[in-house]
């Protein structure tokens, strides 16, 4: 088993209903539905595309997904995400849109947030103390994508290499898309999130993922709400 710390919406926020309708899968209930269906895609395309952040729920990462270091457990670290989550102001994102990252596509600030970087941080500071360290085959697997020497460092000091400075907070929305489909699929993510794009988004809860079993679907164990009386 493994866990993750994750921000996501409630499981009745309008965004979090759109992004449930665009994924086919809701991590607060497991539950499945059918895909949009895009122009200009072949038939069973766009699943292949969502399903990787399908199978982990939509989310922005905070801390990665790691398995619990041997002095540690659930109960613990449930209660540990209950008082940071007292202790920390909600973060107004004050623009949120649709963005290309490379081959995937995301939701992301329009401009950097420091407070949700510098809180960000925080998370992967924090809660390293349950983190077990990283398997060897877990190592090379993050080195297959192309390391810089900091996320290297990254890597082998917090489990992951994107935090601090390497930190870009996103929301992804597909898995890696090719180029010829890349218009298609901008085009209808841009329709589908139409309602959000450019709007503010406040980050108010902070959620504990959990994967079952490697490759198994990721679903929500838990959320803490945010303790600050008024966004930052």
């Known amino acids: 088993m493994r866990y993750a710390l994750y921000a996501t919406p409630a499981a009745d926020d309008p965004l979090c209903l759109a992004a449930v309708a665009w994924l086919g899968r809701d991590a607060f209930g497991g539950l499945e539905g059918p895909l949009p269906e895009v122009e200009g895609l072949a038939a069973g395309t766009l699943e292949a595309y969502l399903a990787d952040p399908a199978r982990y729920g939509f989310h922005g990462t905070l801390k990665a997904p790691f398995s619990l270091a041997s002095d540690a457990d659930?109960?613990?670290?449930?209660?540990?995400v209950d008082r940071f989550a007292a202790q920390s102001a909600r973060i107004t994102i004050p623009e949120l849109v649709v963005r290309r990252l490379g081959r995937f596509f995301a939701l992301v600030p329009n401009e950097p947030v420091a407070a949700l970087d510098a809180w960000a941080g925080r998370v992967v500071s924090d809660f390293d103390a349950f983190r077990a360290p990283l398997s060897d085959a877990d190592i090379e697997r993050?080195?297959?994508?192309?390391?810089?020497?900091?996320?290297?460092?990254?890597?082998?000091?917090?489990?992951?290499?994107?935090?601090?400075?390497?930190?870009?907070?996103?929301?992804?929305?597909?898995?890696?898309v090719p180029r010829e489909d890349m218009e298609a699929v901008d085009t209808a993510l841009r329709?589908?999130?139409?309602?959000?794009?450019?709007?503010?988004?406040?980050?108010?809860?902070?959620?504990?993922?959990?994967?079952?079993?490697?490759?198994?679907?990721f679903g929500i164990r838990h959320v803490a709400q945010l303790g600050g009386d008024r966004p930052i």
């Open 74 to 80: 659930e109960a613990g670290l449930l209660a540990a």
């Open 142 to 176: 993050r080195r297959k994508s192309g390391l810089t020497l900091d996320e290297e460092a990254n890597l082998l000091r917090w489990g992951y290499p994107y935090v601090f400075d390497a930190f870009r907070f996103h929301m992804s929305l597909t898995g890696r």
């Open 191 to 217: 329709s589908h999130f139409a309602a959000f794009e450019g709007k503010p988004f406040v980050i108010d809860r902070l959620a504990v993922f959990v994967e079952p079993e490697r490759g198994a679907p």
